[in-house]
C-alpha cells in the first residue's frame, strides 16, 4: 500500500515536470515562451495594481498638501489685508488731526483774545447729554463758562468746575445749550438754542420784520459774556416768518461744526464784558 502511494506521487511529479518542459518550449504568436508569457502577466498586473496604488497615494497627498498650503496663504493674505487696513485707517485718522491742528493754529493766530487748545478726550455716554471732556483744566487755566470753539465754528462752552487736568464742554446743539446771535447779512438779533430737530438749532426771538433768507450765515453776537461776538454759529436752513405766536420768525440753523467729528479744540480764555451788547 505505501509503495502504491510512493509510485502515485512519482508518477504526479513527472508528469509536473513533463508539463513544465513543454511549456517552456511552447511559445506564443510573440515568440515568447508559454510560461514566460504567463509570469510576465501576472507581475504586470501585480505592478499596474501597485502602481496605480502609489498614483492614488501621490495625487491623494500632494492635493492634500497643496490645500493645506491654499489655506495658509489664504489666512496670511487675510492677515496682510487687515493690517493694511488698520495702517489706512490710522494714517487717516492721523491726517484728518493734522489737519484740524493745522486749522486751529491758523484761527489761533487770528485771534485777539488768548486761546488754549486741547484734545478731546472723552464723550459722555448718556442720551441726549451732548457733553465732551477736554485735557486742559484748572491748572491750565480754564475756569467755569469760557467759550469753547473749533476750525469752523462754535462747539460750546466749560460747564461744572474743571479738574487741574480735564474740564467738561456743553454742546451748543445740546437741549439746554444757548447763545445769542445775528444774522451776518440781515443783522436780525436772537437767541439760539440747541435740541433734537434736524437741523438741531434753532433761532428763536427774531423779529418778523428782519428778512432773514435761507442760506445767511449766523454768528455770535457778544451778549451773555460768555462767547465773544463774531464766531461762526452755523447757516440758516430754513426761515418762516410769523410761525407759532405770529411774533417772531422760525428759524432753523445748521451748525458749522460736524459735532461727531471733534478731535482738538480752543478754549478762549478771555471772556467778553456783559456790556457789550446787553445781557
Given at each position: 500500500?505505501?509503495?502504491?502511494?510512493?509510485?502515485?506521487?512519482?508518477?504526479?511529479?513527472?508528469?509536473?515536470?513533463?508539463?513544465?518542459?513543454?511549456?517552456?518550449?511552447?511559445?506564443?504568436?510573440?515568440?515568447m515562451p508559454l510560461l514566460q508569457a504567463a509570469a510576465f502577466g501576472v507581475f504586470a498586473g501585480v505592478q499596474h495594481f501597485t502602481a496605480g496604488l502609489a498614483d492614488m497615494g501621490r495625487s491623494f497627498w500632494s492635493n492634500y498638501v497643496a490645500l493645506r498650503g491654499v489655506v495658509a496663504e489664504n489666512d496670511a493674505l487675510q492677515r496682510q489685508v487687515l493690517a493694511l487696513e488698520g495702517q489706512v485707517q490710522a494714517q487717516a485718522a492721523i491726517a484728518s488731526q493734522t489737519r484740524d491742528l493745522e486749522r486751529l493754529l491758523n484761527l489761533q493766530q487770528s485771534l485777539v483774545a488768548p486761546t488754549l487748545a486741547a484734545h478731546v478726550i472723552a464723550g459722555d455716554p448718556a442720551p441726549g447729554a451732548f457733553t465732551i471732556t477736554i485735557d486742559r483744566g484748572s491748572a491750565d487755566g480754564v475756569e467755569p463758562n469760557m467759550a469753547v470753539i473749533g476750525h469752523a465754528g462754535v462747539i460750546g462752552r466749560v460747564i461744572n468746575r474743571p479738574t487741574a487736568h480735564a474740564a467738561q464742554v456743553q454742546l451748543l446743539i445740546g437741549r439746554n445749550a444757548g447763545a445769542g446771535a445775528i444774522t451776518e447779512r440781515s443783522e436780525a438779533v436772537g437767541f439760539i438754542r440747541?435740541?433734537?430737530?434736524?437741523?438741531?438749532?434753532?433761532?428763536?426771538?427774531?423779529?418778523?420784520?428782519?428778512?432773514?433768507?435761507?442760506g445767511e450765515r449766523v454768528l455770535t453776537a457778544g451778549i451773555g459774556g460768555i462767547f465773544p461776538r463774531g464766531f461762526v454759529i452755523g447757516i440758516?436752513?430754513?426761515?418762516?416768518?410769523?410761525?407759532?405766536?405770529?411774533?417772531?420768525?422760525?428759524?432753523?440753523?445748521?451748525?458749522?461744526?460736524?459735532?461727531?467729528?471733534?478731535?482738538?479744540?480752543?478754549?478762549i480764555l478771555a471772556r467778553p464784558a456783559r456790556a457789550e451788547g446787553g445781557s
Open positions: 500500500m505505501g509503495s502504491t502511494r510512493r509510485t502515485l506521487v512519482l508518477f504526479l511529479v513527472l508528469s509536473f515536470g513533463h508539463l513544465l518542459l513543454m511549456s517552456v518550449q511552447v511559445q506564443t504568436r510573440s515568440r440747541g435740541g433734537a430737530g434736524n437741523p438741531p438749532l434753532r433761532m428763536e426771538w427774531v423779529d418778523l420784520l428782519k428778512d432773514v433768507q435761507i440758516v436752513e430754513r426761515a418762516v416768518k410769523g410761525s407759532g405766536s405770529g411774533i417772531y420768525s422760525d428759524i432753523a440753523v445748521r451748525p458749522a461744526m460736524d459735532f461727531s467729528n471733534i478731535h482738538v479744540v480752543l478754549v
